[in-house]
């Protein structure tokens, strides 16, 4: 009985020591796939995914990062345009696409906060479909109005809409839209009853507010600023926490009396889930030194907007947070997709 008690303990030990190097062996050879993984990407061109329609904010950002990005990657980025229910067609393309860090999306508060709520059957899940790579700008939203509204500050356009019930019409770029959803916050807050108008995409909303078709809209300042300066619409105030360089003279929705307020856009770039945590580094990696460059800083500061980047746990902790918060907005106000 000894002599076998010797043997199995003997043989026990043997299988425990082959465990051992097995598992050594399987990390190491999980290491060095990590490392090929890393080393191989990028292997040809790379997709980078605006789920709304050229023009806009979204499409501005997608082009600067991209620039930056085929320099460093030595790859060059296309980018594409797949609009459609509130960027959710965009977005719901690149969760089936191949987890390799070749197809990108440029993940925006609209898509990743708002539409969970607005939308019960997404063809995505914000938190289970991507990996977060890195956020990159928050753009300001700023509040204009056509320059036949009288109201010259918030204040005034408040007085105004409650004493002219039904006639100041915004647009926005679509329903859930951070043009739709910056306005809703903001009624909500000020008691203001506007009509929403709802647009396919920023650019044709603009078109109409410079038209007069529109009295007002509360959408990125990289879209606005150019007719703010040409006197073709009037900023009243901006949603950040602080004044845009670009437009100093134009105060905060904080400052017109209302503190706490801020609606800003923050965009940043996912890939889907199950892309290597080496790829998502090196990406990583890369935008952050991307946007890093003064001179991007100082165009997206020229543009109403700042430079935004974090780790891809903080996105993720980010956008987390982001849906909590306006998901609860969505639900109180009753806001209806189309």
Same mark, same amino acid.
Request: no cysteine; hydrophobic share 45%; proline share 7%.
């Given at each position: 009985?000894?002599?076998?008690?010797?043997?199995?303990?003997?043989?026990?030990?043997?299988?425990?020591?082959?465990?051992?190097?097995?598992?050594?062996?399987?990390?190491?050879?999980?290491?060095?796939?990590?490392?090929?993984?890393?080393?191989?990407?990028?292997?040809?061109?790379?997709?980078?995914?605006?789920?709304?329609?050229?023009?806009?904010?979204?499409?501005?950002?997608?082009?600067?990062?991209?620039?930056?990005?085929?320099?460093?990657?030595?790859?060059?980025?296309?980018?594409?345009?797949?609009? $459609?229910? @509130?960027?959710?067609?965009?977005?719901?393309? /690149? =969760?089936? %696409?191949?987890?390799? !860090?070749?197809? &990108?999306?440029?993940?925006?508060?609209?898509?990743?906060?708002?539409?969970?709520?607005?939308?019960?059957?997404?063809?995505?899940?914000?938190?289970?479909?991507?990996?977060?790579?890195?956020?990159?700008?928050?753009?300001?939203?700023?509040?204009?109005?056509?320059?036949?509204?009288?109201?010259?500050?918030?204040?005034?356009?408040?007085?105004?809409?409650?004493?002219?019930?039904?006639?100041?019409?915004?647009?926005?770029? $679509?329903? @859930?839209?951070?043009?739709?959803?910056?306005? /809703? =916050?903001? %009624?909500?807050?000020? !008691?203001?009853? &506007?009509?929403?108008?709802?647009?396919?995409?920023?650019?044709?909303?603009?078109?109409?507010?410079?038209?007069?078709?529109?009295?007002?809209?509360?959408?990125?300042?990289?879209?606005?600023?150019?007719?703010?300066?040409?006197?073709?619409?009037?900023?009243?105030?901006?949603?950040?926490?602080?004044?845009?360089?670009?437009?100093?003279?134009?105060?905060?929705?904080?400052?017109?009396?209302?503190?706490?307020?801020?609606?800003?856009?923050?965009?940043?770039?996912?890939?889907?889930?199950?892309?290597?945590?080496?790829?998502?580094?090196?990406?990583?990696?890369?935008?952050?030194?991307?946007?890093?460059?003064?001179?991007?800083?100082?165009?997206?500061?020229?543009?109403?907007?700042?430079?935004?980047?974090?780790?891809?746990?903080?996105?993720?902790?980010?956008?987390?947070?982001?849906?909590?918060?306006?998901?609860?907005?969505?639900?109180?106000?009753?806001?209806?997709?189309?």
């Amino acid at each position: 009985m000894q002599k076998d008690l010797g043997v199995a303990t003997q043989a026990s030990g043997m299988t425990r020591r082959h465990v051992l190097m097995g598992a050594a062996a399987f990390g190491m050879s999980a290491t060095y796939s990590i490392r090929v993984a890393a080393q191989a990407y990028p292997s040809q061109n790379i997709l980078l995914v605006v789920p709304f329609t050229p023009g806009g904010s979204t499409d501005i950002l997608a082009r600067l990062l991209g620039q930056r990005l085929e320099v460093a990657l030595k790859y060059p980025v296309i980018i594409e345009s797949r609009p $459609g229910a @509130g960027g959710s067609v965009g977005v719901g393309s /690149v =969760a089936r %696409a191949a987890a390799d !860090g070749h197809t &990108l999306v440029m993940g925006h508060i609209g898509t990743f906060a708002v539409n969970p709520a607005l939308y019960p059957k997404l063809p995505y899940d914000p938190m289970k479909s991507f990996e977060p790579v890195s956020g990159i700008a928050n753009v300001h939203n700023m509040l204009v109005v056509h320059p036949e509204v009288p109201a010259k500050t918030l204040q005034e356009l408040i007085d105004y809409a409650k004493q002219n019930p039904g006639k100041l019409n915004y647009a926005s770029g $679509g329903i @859930g839209s951070a043009a739709h959803i910056a306005m /809703v =916050a903001l %009624a909500d807050r000020t !008691g203001m009853n &506007l009509t929403h108008v709802p647009y396919r995409g920023t650019a044709p909303a603009v078109t109409d507010l410079l038209g007069g078709r529109v009295q007002l809209t509360f959408t990125g300042a990289p879209n606005l600023l150019q007719h703010v300066e040409a006197g073709t619409m009037r900023a009243l105030a901006v949603s950040g926490s602080s004044r845009l360089k670009s437009a100093p003279n134009v105060p905060t929705v904080a400052e017109s009396g209302f503190p706490g307020f801020e609606a800003s856009q923050w965009y940043g770039i996912l890939v889907p889930a199950g892309t290597p945590k080496a790829v998502v580094d090196r990406l990583n990696t890369e935008i952050r030194a991307a946007m890093a460059a003064p001179e991007i800083a100082e165009r997206l500061s020229l543009e109403g907007a700042e430079v935004w980047t974090n780790t891809p746990a903080e996105f993720r902790d980010h956008i987390s947070k982001e849906m909590a918060r306006w998901g609860e907005l969505v639900k109180r106000t009753g806001i209806k997709p189309e």
